[in-house]
């Protein structure tokens, strides 16, 4: 079964500095891939999405993630992180249907 | 263009109890999926609707039910609640099926007491 593993459940920053956050998934298939960020009560907003082609692929936000196949990974960064960037972001996957499977999320802070 | 809006935004209800909740999608999209997000169990994909037919289900329970309308608002029934249904419960449209492109709603906060 497909699955998503987000390491780090927290990650905190400083502001300017490097954000990166971890996502791997488990198969053999490459699936469709996506970074969803979520504030506090609110629902979760697209940053960006992998289906075909480009491996490096560029978001919302100054965000963007890249591609691996050898490594199974979509890790997401942004070069310099502001404070409006502190939420929730969860990777998901996607093979042929909506059903996604979202990794459990990390929790990003951003430090002044 | 308006973004998915969901009805009620925070719902309390007792165990025993049934809930209805709605989901009106952006214009011109056919495909709504239901998730439930709760601090244990992440998100949770429910089930998806396209056409007025379910397309896809999740592994939950027979008390959890939805139903799509012909102007593709969507609502999801609960029956029976229990105090583990207290949950977010997610709305996404999508332009079609295998449309990977989702946009989700608020949420509604349902407490289960």
Redesign the interface.
Known sequence: AQSVTQLGSHVSVSEGALVLLRCNYSSSVPP?L?W?VQYP??????LL?Y?TGATLVKGINGFEAEFKKSETSFHLTKPSAHMSDAAEY?C?V?Y??????????TRLTVKP | KAG?TQTPRYLIKTRGQQVTLSCSPISGHR?V?WYQQTPGQ????LF?YFSETQ??K?NFPGRFSGRQFSNSRSEMNVSTLELGDSALY?C?S?LA???????????TRLTVT
Do not use: C, H, I
Request: net charge negative.
């Open positions: 469709y996506f969803y009560n609110q629902g979760l907003q697209l999405k289906t969860f998901a996607s042929n249907n909506n059903d996604m499977r979202f990794g459990a999320g | 998915v495909s999926s992440g998100l949770q994909f998806e397309r896809n999740g997610l996404a999508s099926l295998q449309d990977y492109e989702q946009y989700f709603g608020p949420g």
